[in-house]
């Protein structure tokens, strides 16, 4: 493994002032060895200028993995979100046109992180249908690659969402977390990403909060214009009972209370 001490960055290889591409069969070696162990350290940032970042980037001649590759990520759970409770994800990626494919499960807790390459992405979907897990969000980014010595750097952008940089390491020893943290944060700082820049939500958490929240108002005016349309096509044979008006049940309780009072009988 290469060095992760910063002052080991100047290396003759990282002052060439390009990128190094790695060539297709480099590249599956590169995974085994960037993309391997338990845990993981991450930081996330976010960009206003992507490309502005990428020219820091590549003056520290990072070997480029790949680049502009269409990432999908399908999210498994269960009905009822056990996997989500328990923090945990479950995760079938693909990538192209690079034909990278992994099975990824997340958690417990933000550094457990384990990754495993695949041949056939439908297949292993098939596999954890028969589980008993199903499909529950499809994540959709574009994004490139670069490894820095023993760290990678990943650039995204997520349509809606917005462009982002991390910066990461796994290892199987936890002993290191604490001393891989700052060395990542000190190299975010050789990079221009400042602190007021990190995210700390997941891609996943951020497409879930840019879904619109349930509205059970809204819910309920959509099957109150089926069954009215229901009851044009029967030539209007289907009585259909209007919606009440926002606060009108409060009204008629109240209303009646005061019709029970007035009467002597109890309050509800």
Request: neutral net charge.
């Amino acid at each position: 493994m290469r060095s992760c001490d910063p002052d080991a960055w100047e290396s003759p290889a990282l002052l060439l002032g390009c990128p190094i591409h790695l060539p297709f069969g480099s590249r599956r070696k590169a995974m085994a060895t960037h993309f391997q162990g338990r845990f993981e350290v991450e930081f996330k940032y976010r960009l206003t200028d992507s490309a502005a970042f990428v020219h820091t980037l590549t003056a520290l001649s990072p070997e480029v993995m790949v680049a502009d590759n269409h990432e999908q990520d399908c999210y498994f759970d269960t009905a009822d979100g056990a996997l989500a409770r328990a923090e945990k994800s479950l995760i079938i990626r693909t990538m192209a046109p690079s034909g990278i494919r992994l099975w990824i499960v997340k958690g417990p807790g933000p550094d457990r992180c384990e990754a495993v390459n695949i041949t056939d992405a439908d297949k292993a979907a098939s596999m954890v249908r028969t589980l008993g897990y199903q499909p529950v969000l499809t994540i959709d980014k574009r994004r490139s690659i670069y490894f820095l010595g023993a760290f990678h750097v990943t650039v995204d952008h997520l349509a809606g969402v917005g462009d982002f940089a991390e910066l990461a390491i796994m290892t199987d020893d936890e002993t290191t977390l604490p001393a891989y943290r700052a060395q990542l944060l000190a190299l975010a700082s050789r990079l221009g990403l400042a602190p007021e820049m990190r995210e700390t939500r997941s891609y996943r958490t951020l497409c879930e909060q840019r879904a619109p929240p349930f509205d059970k108002r809204q819910q309920e005016e959509s099957a109150h214009d089926r069954q009215t349309r229901l009851a044009d096509l029967q030539g209007g044979t289907t009585a259909v009972r209007p919606l009440p008006r926002q606060g009108h049940l409060l009204h008629s309780g109240g209303q009646a209370r005061a019709g029970r009072e007035r009467r002597g009988g109890p309050r509800s």
